[in-house]
């Protein structure tokens, strides 16, 4: 389900979020595709269309998110999602030595890799890429 967000709030999400996918943090300039401003709180859960609800996400970590707020660790158990206007980033995920995976500190960072495919394999493999060019891992 697709809700209305006004230009005004999606224009302000973007810059809030630095043009980066708040999850995988992609920046949206490296990507071939326009980025999504997304609801934290699914609005099928009852999340509103306010600016503390709403983050920007790349297509892909969108809708492997879809309306869930809860994933799973690597043993199974339950965890919330990470959420981009609570939470800190890096409370909550580091790169690895190269800069090409995202590492889980967490049970909700890891839950979050795992729920939203945070290192698919093209992803890593544009991330290297992005590396060598200087633009990654962004800081
Ligand atoms: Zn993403």
């Not at 709030?9 to 992609?26: D, G, T």
């Not at 595709?33 to 859960?45: A, C, D, R, W, Y």
């Not at 995202?102 to 495919?117: D, Q, Y």
């Amino acid at each position: 389900m697709s809700v209305y967000i006004p230009a005004e709030l999606r224009r302000r999400v973007r810059a809030h979020f630095l043009q980066r996918c708040a999850y995988c943090q992609s920046g949206e300039a490296l990507a071939v595709v326009t980025f999504e401003v997304e609801h934290i709180q699914p609005s099928s859960l009852g999340g509103e269309t306010e600016f503390e609800n709403l983050c920007l996400a790349c297509p892909t970590c969108n809708r492997h998110k879809a309306n869930r707020v809860i994933g799973l660790t690597d043993e199974g158990a339950e965890a919330r999602l990470f959420h981009p206007q609570r939470d800190s980033w890096l409370t909550h995920f580091d790169w690895s030595v190269n800069g090409t995976v995202i590492v889980g500190l967490t049970v909700i960072g890891i839950a979050t890799v795992n729920l939203l495919r945070m290192n698919r394999l093209q992803l890593v493999e544009v991330r290297s890429l992005w590396a060598i060019v200087g633009k990654h891992p962004p800081n």
